[in-house]
């Protein structure tokens, strides 16, 4: 549905392996079926751009998340991605938000 190229993109890394990419390429469809309870993702814009997403916050536990641009850098925060990607998907939490203690 997606492609490593296109999260290659977004995250602006021309040095990731495809192999890990479509590791976590997977990991995001698997994710992304399981929230929806569907078997088949529907092929939408929104979906798409949101399994990117995932896909991209799968990394998070292996390497740091951020922007490169010439000598400047951006962190991306992971919750962010999550949580844009669960809109796109017109998912929310049942019972609001989650309390952290």
Do not use: H
């Not at 995001?28 to 092929?43: C, T």
């Not at 010439?70 to 809109?87: C, F, G, P, S």
Request: glycine share 4%.
């Amino acid at each position: 549905m997606i492609t490593p190229g296109e999260v290659r993109e977004f995250l602006n890394d021309n040095e990731m392996p495809d192999e890990i990419l479509q590791n976590c390429i997977e990991l995001a469809v698997n994710r992304a079926k399981r929230l929806l309870g569907v078997e088949d993702l529907p092929n939408t814009p929104e979906v798409r751009k949101a399994l990117i997403l995932l896909a991209a916050s799968e990394l998070a536990s292996s390497v740091n998340l951020y922007w490169r641009r010439a000598e400047d850098y951006q962190t991306m925060n992971v919750k962010n991605l999550i949580a844009e990607a669960e809109r796109l998907l017109k998912l929310s939490p049942k019972g609001g938000a989650i309390v952290w203690r």
